[in-house]
C-alpha cells in the first residue's frame, strides 16, 4: 500500500494563501490518480481537487479559479497552492490516491484555518 503524507497545513487570514504537500513513498502518479478532499467539523468530506495519471485536473466549484493541483514526478509529490482563502475553507485536508484497480490510500490529514 501507498504511504501518503501531507505537510503545509496552518493558520491564514482570510485572502492569504497556503501550500499543501502531499509525498507519496514510491512512484506512483502513472498509474494513479490522486486528490485532495478536505472534512469541516459536523461535515461529510469533500473533494477539492484532482489530478488525473494523464495530468487532467478536476476542481469543486467552491474551489475553482483559486485553488491550483499540481504534482512533481521527480519528487512523488502533490501539491495544492491555496489562494484567496475564506474562512469556509476551514477544514483538515486529506491526500488521496487510487490506482486504476482501485486500491486506494489516504494521507493522516492537515489543519488549514482560514480565520483574522
Known amino acids: 500500500q501507498v504511504q501518503l503524507v501531507e505537510s503545509g497545513g496552518g493558520l491564514v487570514q482570510p485572502g492569504g494563501s497556503l501550500r499543501l504537500s502531499c509525498a507519496a513513498s514510491?512512484?506512483?502518479?502513472?498509474?494513479?490518480?490522486m486528490g485532495w478532499y478536505r472534512q469541516a467539523p459536523g461535515q461529510q468530506r469533500e473533494l477539492v481537487a484532482r489530478i488525473f495519471s494523464g495530468g487532467s485536473t478536476y476542481y469543486a466549484d467552491s474551489v475553482k479559479g483559486r485553488f491550483t493541483i499540481s504534482r512533481d514526478n521527480a519528487k512523488n509529490t502533490v501539491y495544492l497552492q491555496m489562494s484567496s482563502l475564506k474562512p469556509e475553507d476551514t477544514a483538515v485536508y486529506y491526500c488521496?490516491?487510487?490506482?486504476?484497480?482501485?486500491?486506494?490510500?489516504w494521507g493522516q490529514g492537515t489543519q488549514v484555518t482560514v480565520s483574522s
Open positions: 488521496h490516491a487510487r490506482s486504476w484497480s482501485n486500491d486506494e490510500s
Open positions: 514510491r512512484n506512483i502518479f502513472s498509474s494513479y490518480n
